[in-house]
T-cell receptor
Framework: DVKVTQSSRYLVKRTGEKVFLECVQD?????MFWYRQDPGLGLRLIYF???????EKGDIPEGYSVSREKKERFSLILESASTNQTSMYLC?????????????FGPGTRLTVL | AQSVTQPDIHITVSEGASLELRCNYS??????LFWYVQSPGQGLQLLLK??????LVQGIKGFEAEFKRSQSSFNLRKPSVHWSDAAEYFC??????????FGKGTMLLVSP
């Protein structure tokens, strides 16, 4: 069974902390994505990566960075967490090529910044 | 830029009744269109997708969707709703190389 896993389901951090959210996929997909999900706003793309060490900004990259050192792993980094980054974070992966390729999602990490 | 509108934030349907969730898109070229479902505490799961061909698309769990170019719509339907269908539903349009633009979602509540 194909799978996208995220390192934590729930995370509580303090303002100013550096936060790492990890995502791993076992499908040998080239593309990986980080979304933020907030009530009433749907999913918004933060960053995506189409290859190892490659990244592209999405719609809301401010306050975030990413790292992709290995094909199967895509990390989202909050350099200095703020309360307005309290949200659900979803990782996804897909095959390279057309956006017609299905994106497979992880279960999400609910981050609370106090 | 592409966009997706889901006009209904919440919809309540009685179990056994039919369902239609609305989705309108804005995109300059021929769109790739998707419906995803998110059950409570879960990630998103693909229900169905459309690019070309037959405008009525069949998906998993008994769902179907119809593409209407003239109305820029891709509405999701199910003839008889089950309590397990209670979830949040997202419409999305394929944009560019690999990315999707999602609507804000419609929460489906199923009453007994």
């Amino acid at each position: 069974d194909v799978k996208v896993t995220q390192s934590s389901r729930y995370l509580v951090k303090r303002t100013g902390e550096k936060v790492f959210l990890e995502c791993v996929q076992d499908m040998d997909h080239e593309n990986m994505f980080w979304y933020r999900q907030d009530p009433g706003l749907g999913l918004r793309l933060i960053y995506f990566s189409y290859d190892v060490k490659m990244k592209e900004k999405g719609d809301i990259p401010e306050g975030y960075s990413v790292s992709r050192e290995k094909k199967e792993r895509f990390s989202l980094i909050l350099e200095s967490a703020s309360t307005n980054q309290t949200s659900m974070y979803l990782c996804a992966s897909s095959l390279q090529g057309s956006s017609y390729n299905e994106q497979f999602f992880g279960p999400g990490t609910r981050l609370t910044v106090l | 830029a592409q966009s997706v509108t889901q006009p209904d934030i919440h919809i309540t349907v009685s179990e056994g009744a039919s369902l239609e969730l609305r989705c309108n898109y804005s995109y300059g070229a021929t769109p790739y269109l998707f419906w995803y479902v998110q059950s409570p505490g879960q990630g998103l799961q693909l229900l169905l997708k459309y690019f070309s061909g037959d405008t009525l698309v069949q998906g998993i769990k008994g769902f179907e969707a119809e593409f209407k170019r003239s109305q820029s719509s891709f509405n999701l339907r199910k003839p008889s709703v089950h309590w397990s269908d209670a979830a949040e539903y997202f419409c999305a349009v394929g944009a560019g190389y690999s990315t999707l633009t999602f609507g804000k979602g419609t929460m489906l509540l199923v009453s007994p």
